[in-house]
Antibody
Framework: QLQLQQSGPGLVKPSETLSLICTVSAASISSGSYYWGWIRQPPGKGLEWIGSIYFSGSTYYNPSLKSRVTISVDTSKNQFSLKLSSVTAADTAVYYC?????????????WGKGTTVTVSS | QSVLTQPPSASGTPGQRVTISCSGSSSNIGFNTVNWYQQLPRTAPKLLIYSDNQRPSGVPDRFSGSKSGTSASLAISGLQSEDEADYYCAAWDDSLNDYVFGTGTKVTVL
């Protein structure tokens, strides 16, 4: 059964870069047909799509975050990652990785458990 | 401020039918399909409905989705205690080039 395992620091200092990794198990990213994405949820608030990537490396970003976001894929490790630069307290959130349905970025039908990231000095 | 508006809360007693609305515009719901997610307390969201009214495998048929014009609805029939959760609608917005989520509705089983 497909699982997404998230890893990365839970505390990031202001102005630094947030980095998270999502490792895919029981399926190969390079097999194609799927998009892989990141979504976040600030404390007590709703969901926000950050961006998505296809196994080939094609990326799609939320315009409001585009200047600070990089999503990449490492097929050799069966992982995809998120980097968010110049973070502020407003970037404090639970970050989720997820898989899009076949041949479509949306909706996301398999989710990781989430990583709580706090931006604080 | 989300472009998809939902009521902040909804409630019902066990066995009742609850409906949640999601109001958008021609650039999102009016032109693209709607998805619904369920988020149980302290857990990741779960896909409940896709393509307006399709249920993924394993989702009970108590959950149903519909769409008309620039609005969509999620109905929960035969409400159960385990349905207490936050529910979010979502759709692609062609004007924003963004996948937008609704404001979320908290469902309480009385």
């Amino acid at each position: 059964q497909l699982q997404l395992q998230q890893s990365g620091p839970g505390l990031v200092k202001p102005s630094e870069t947030l980095s998270l990794i999502c490792t895919v198990s029981a399926a190969s990213i390079s097999s194609g047909s799927y998009y892989w994405g990141w979504i976040r949820q600030p404390p007590g608030k709703g969901l926000e799509w950050i961006g998505s990537i296809y196994f080939s490396g094609s990326t799609y970003y939320n315009p409001s975050l585009k200047s600070r976001v990089t999503i990449s894929v490492d097929t050799s490790k069966n992982q995809f990652s998120l980097k968010l630069s110049s973070v502020t307290a407003a970037d404090t959130a639970v970050y989720y990785c997820a898989r899009g349905m076949p041949l479509s970025m949306f909706p996301m039908d398999v989710w990781g458990k989430g990583t709580t990231v706090t931006v604080s000095s | 401020q989300s472009v998809l508006t939902q009521p902040p809360s909804a409630s019902g007693t066990p066995g009742q039918r609850v409906t949640i609305s999601c109001s958008g515009s021609s650039s999102n719901i009016g032109f693209n399909t709607v998805n619904w997610y369920q988020q149980l307390p302290r857990t990741a969201p779960k896909l409940l409905i896709y393509s307006d009214n399709q249920r993924p495998s394993g989702v009970p048929d108590r959950f149903s989705g519909s769409k008309s014009g620039t609005s969509a609805s999620l109905a929960i029939s035969g409400l159960q205690s385990e349905d207490e959760a936050d529910y979010y609608c979502a759709a692609w917005d062609d004007s924003l080039n963004d996948y937008v989520f609704g404001t979320g509705t908290k469902v309480t089983v009385l």
